[in-house]
Nanobody
Framework: QVQLVESGGGLVQAGDFLRLSCAAS????????MGWFRQAPGEEREFVAA????????YYADSAKGRFTISRDNAKNTVYLQINILKPEDTAVYYC?????????????????WGQGTQVTVSS
């Protein structure tokens, strides 16, 4: 089993940046590919970015290319999502998720474990 806890969200101004963190626990946490998703009010949850278990493979939604960067530090069992030049349309709850299998690479990931999410609100 893998437990995931997101942090780093908050209320920010348009144009600011944020770095979200996802702390993973569990014996195999550092061996799993991970992803970030977001869900805006009234919208379905959408994929944002993914990273392979070693951090050498990454994959982004088209809407995330250029302003979003996913990374991980396996020594800290933490995955990050840096969001630059925040826009009001980035307002959402951001979730991290872990692969059902170990040693996966992005984007071939089947997400089985989810965190509770962290709210990001961007004011104009």
């Amino acid at each position: 089993q893998v437990q995931l806890v997101e942090s780093g969200g908050g209320l920010v101004q348009a144009g600011d940046f944020l770095r979200l963190s996802c702390a993973a626990s569990g014996r195999t946490a550092s061996s799993r590919a991970m992803g970030w998703f977001r869900q805006a009010p009234g919208e379905e949850r959408e994929f944002v970015a993914a990273i392979g278990w070693r951090g050498s493979s990454t994959y982004y939604a088209d809407s995330a290319k250029g302003r979003f960067t996913i990374s991980r530090d396996n020594a800290k069992n933490t995955v990050y999502l840096q969001i630059n030049i925040l826009k009001p349309e980035d307002t959402a709850v951001y979730y991290c998720a872990a692969d059902s299998k170990t040693f996966g690479v992005a984007p071939r990931i089947s997400y089985a474990f989810w965190g509770q999410g962290t709210q990001v609100t961007v004011s104009s």
